[in-house]
Nanobody, 126 residues
Framework: QVQLVESGGGSVQAGGSLRLSCAASGYTYSRNCMGWFRQAPGKEREGVAAIFTDDGSTWYADSVKGRFTISQDNAKNTVYLQMNSLKPEDTGMYYC???????????????????WGQGTQVTVSS
């Protein structure tokens, strides 16, 4: 049974940092695209960042480039999202997602991801 468990969310002031973690289990971690998505109340889900587990290639939404970094620890089957210089508009529920293969990794579109975690809340106050 595939499980993606996020952690690390919380409340911070603008300019602060948080690091999210996503622990994956129940499937073969390699050859997967791991992504982070977020959704704010009343807004559509947005792709934030993705990483291909085999070679570490990464992709980012323009809104987070230079501020967020996605990384992984293959030995722990865990993906991280380091978020720096946080802004109030970064507030939302953050979800980890997984999908086999690299083909759609760069698209950062949730429709291409088949497995999802429960989410962790990030709140950035001004």
């Amino acid at each position: 049974q595939v499980q993606l468990v996020e952690s690390g969310g919380g409340s911070v002031q603008a300019g602060g940092s948080l690091r999210l973690s996503c622990a994956a289990s129940g499937y073969t971690y390699s050859r997967n695209c791991m992504g982070w998505f977020r959704q704010a109340p009343g807004k559509e889900r947005e792709g934030v960042a993705a990483i291909f587990t085999d070679d570490g290639s990464t992709w980012y939404a323009d809104s987070v480039k230079g501020r967020f970094t996605i990384s992984q620890d293959n030995a722990k089957n865990t993906v991280y999202l380091q978020m720096n210089s946080l802004k109030p508009e970064d507030t939302g529920m953050y979800y980890c997602a997984a999908n086999p293969g690299r083909r759609y990794c760069s698209r950062l579109e949730g429709a291409f991801f088949g497995y999802w975690g429960q989410g962790t809340q990030v709140t950035v106050s001004s």
